[in-house]
Every structure is written in structure tokens, then in C-alpha cells.
């Protein structure tokens, strides 16, 4: 399956389990995107606590420092759409509340193309297979399809908060998975 085309795209959601996973995974392309006049947005489903190994930092810190690095981080590529949902790191899991938050963000972003980490165990580079990366990535995915479409998943959504369904470009089966996978290799910032 090939990918929409860049000139197709107005708008990329971006979503991953902890600030900083955009920029290790993908954030050569998405400044290209940027450049291109392409909108994206973050949403980072962790608040990030866990992530200051021997910094001298408390745990009750980091959430704050790791998202303000994260903001300048985006602001350095153009990004600045940044959205945290605060589960705790280390503990994500893809439950109906996370599918709801991210059907949330889908509805109001209403991209084009969804970049997300992979569900799927890699044995190669088990670091890429970090417990959170699978729970976002299947939550994600899940959020695309059925939920964010569905105008029976989460009434609420648009009933107290007026965030509409059917907001992707493409409808079906196909076009929804040509969302999810494929979209970008690493590309170096030049």
C-alpha cells in the first residue's frame, strides 16, 4: 500500500506514548512536512515521569521538564499543536479511556494522516518495543478504526463537548490502514 501523498495531506496527527518519541522516530520528516506547509500536531499519551534516569531530578519533576523540553523540541521543527495526556509513564495501557482520549484529539485535529508508533513487537530492537510505544500504537489504531469514525462510539464526544465523528479524509478499510502504516522512513533535518 502506498501512502497519500504529501500534497494530499493538510494536516498529520502524531501520537506516541512519551515526550521525545517524536523526535527519535520521526522528526526529520515531520519538519520536511512542516516546511511543506503541511499542519501537525503531537499527542503524547504519557506525562513523562519516568524518563530522567540519573538526572537529579524527582519523578515529581519530570513530567514538567520532559513536556517543556518537548514544546521547544517542536518549536525547533515547526510543531507547536502539542498536547499531553498525561497516563502515567511506564504504566500505558490500551484501555476504552485511552481510545477515548486519542478519539478525542483525532475528532478535534480532523488529519489527514495519523503517524503512531507499531503495535507490533520488534525482536530486532527490543527499545522500540518498550511496553508504552505497543499500548499507544494499538490504542491508536484502534481510535482510527472504528471509533473516530463511528458516530456511535463515544456520543458523548460530540454531545457535551462537540467534537464530531467522520472527521477522516478517506473513508474505508484501505484508506484508513494507508493512515496508519507506511507514512514515513527516518529522514535526516537538512
Given at each position: 500500500?502506498?501512502?497519500?501523498?504529501?500534497?494530499?495531506?493538510?494536516?498529520?496527527?502524531?501520537?506516541?506514548?512519551?515526550?521525545?518519541?517524536?523526535?527519535?522516530?520521526?522528526?526529520?520528516?515531520?519538519a520536511?512536512?512542516?516546511?511543506k506547509?503541511?499542519?501537525?500536531?503531537?499527542?503524547?499519551?504519557?506525562?513523562?515521569d519516568?524518563?530522567?534516569?540519573?538526572?537529579?531530578?524527582?519523578k515529581?519533576?519530570?513530567?514538567?521538564?520532559?513536556?517543556?523540553?518537548?514544546?521547544?523540541?517542536?518549536?525547533?521543527?515547526?510543531?507547536?499543536?502539542?498536547?499531553?495526556?498525561?497516563?502515567?509513564d511506564?504504566?500505558?495501557?490500551?484501555t476504552?479511556?485511552?481510545r477515548?482520549?486519542?478519539?478525542?484529539?483525532?475528532r478535534?485535529?480532523?488529519?489527514?494522516?495519523?503517524?503512531?508508533?507499531?503495535?507490533e513487537?520488534?525482536?530486532d530492537?527490543?527499545?522500540?518495543?518498550?511496553p508504552?510505544?505497543l499500548?499507544?500504537?494499538?490504542?491508536?489504531?484502534?481510535?482510527?478504526?472504528?471509533?473516530?469514525?463511528?458516530?456511535?462510539?463515544?456520543?458523548?464526544?460530540?454531545?457535551k463537548?462537540?467534537?464530531?465523528?467522520?472527521?477522516?479524509?478517506?473513508?474505508?478499510?484501505?484508506?484508513?490502514?494507508?493512515?496508519?502504516?507506511?507514512?514515513?522512513?527516518?529522514?535526516?533535518?537538512i
Open positions: 500500500m502506498e501512502p497519500i501523498a504529501d500534497n494530499e495531506i493538510k494536516r498529520v496527527l502524531v501520537i506516541n506514548a512519551h515526550p521525545d518519541d517524536s523526535d527519535f522516530g520521526a522528526s526529520g520528516t515531520i520536511q512536512w512542516v516546511k506547509g503541511i499542519e501537525v500536531a503531537y499527542v503524547f499519551c504519557t506525562n513523562g519516568q524518563g530522567g534516569e540519573e538526572s537529579g531530578f524527582t515529581e519533576e519530570m513530567p514538567a521538564i520532559r513536556q517543556r523540553e518537548q514544546r521547544a523540541a517542536g518549536a525547533a521543527i515547526g510543531v507547536t499543536d502539542i498536547t499531553f495526556l498525561n497516563y502515567v511506564g504504566h500505558l495501557v490500551a476504552i479511556e485511552l477515548k482520549d486519542i478519539v478525542r484529539q483525532i478535534i485535529s480532523k488529519p489527514d494522516r495519523i503517524v503512531c508508533q507499531s503495535p513487537r520488534n525482536w530492537r527490543i527499545g522500540a518495543s518498550h508504552d510505544h499500548a499507544a500504537g494499538e490504542a491508536t489504531i484502534q481510535a482510527v478504526y472504528p471509533d473516530s469514525r463511528n458516530p456511535f462510539a463515544f456520543t458523548d464526544l460530540l454531545e463537548e462537540g467534537y464530531n465523528h467522520g472527521v477522516l479524509k478517506k473513508s474505508g478499510f484501505l484508506d484508513l490502514l494507508n493512515l496508519i502504516t507506511g507514512l514515513i522512513s527516518p529522514t535526516p533535518l
